[in-house]
């Protein structure tokens, strides 16, 4: 077998054997008087688009880690006057996500005072405040 050939075969064997990671934004803020949580999602190459989230609304995508595990995604977030940027999903994130198995969902929800991230939506952890 050729070496050219060589990262083919590895990201064809990451492709089959890695599981799907789907992400999940849910806001718990109220809409009034401040309003609707806006949701601006992106990775280097898609761009999800700006979503408006009623409270109790979800967003949620799904894709797979590339072949070198560099994928990033980031949000920004948008709540009247208050906004936040960060990492929804990279490699230091994903531990707070993923149950111990290749098929996970990470849980991030905005809330009043801040952001939250859970691997089963009952127990969160804090991770971020409003700017």
Same mark, same amino acid.
């Given at each position: 077998? @050729?070496?050219?050939?060589? =990262?083919?075969?590895?990201?064809?064997? /990451?492709?089959?054997?890695?599981?799907?990671? $789907?992400? #999940?934004?849910?806001?718990?803020? =109220?809409?009034?008087?401040?309003? #609707?949580?806006?949701? #601006?999602?992106?990775?280097?190459? *898609? *761009?999800?688009?700006?979503? $408006?989230?009623?409270?109790?609304?979800?967003?949620?995508?799904?894709?797979?880690?590339?072949?070198?595990?560099? $994928?990033?995604?980031?949000? #920004?977030? +948008?709540?009247? @006057?208050?906004? /936040?940027?960060? *990492?929804?999903?990279?490699?230091? %994130?994903?531990?707070?996500?993923?149950?111990?198995?290749?098929? +996970? *969902?990470?849980?991030?929800?905005?809330?009043?005072?801040?952001?939250? %991230? @859970? /691997?089963?939506?009952?127990?969160? $952890?804090?991770? +971020?405040?409003?700017?």
């Amino acid at each position: 077998m @050729s070496w050219v050939f060589l =990262p083919l075969v590895i990201m064809i064997f /990451r492709l089959f054997s890695s599981g799907q990671i $789907t992400i #999940h934004v849910i806001s718990d803020v =109220p809409d009034k008087p401040i309003g #609707h949580l806006q949701v #601006h999602c992106k990775s280097g190459d *898609d *761009d999800l688009k700006m979503r $408006t989230l009623n409270d109790g609304g979800e967003f949620n995508w799904t894709f797979f880690d590339n072949i070198i595990e560099t $994928t990033l995604y980031f949000c #920004h977030f +948008y709540w009247g @006057s208050k906004n /936040r940027v960060f *990492d929804v999903f990279n490699r230091k %994130i994903d531990r707070f996500c993923s149950p111990g198995n290749d098929n +996970y *969902d990470c849980y991030w929800v905005a809330r009043v005072d801040g952001f939250y %991230i @859970s /691997r089963n939506k009952k127990e969160w $952890t804090k991770m +971020y405040d409003w700017m």
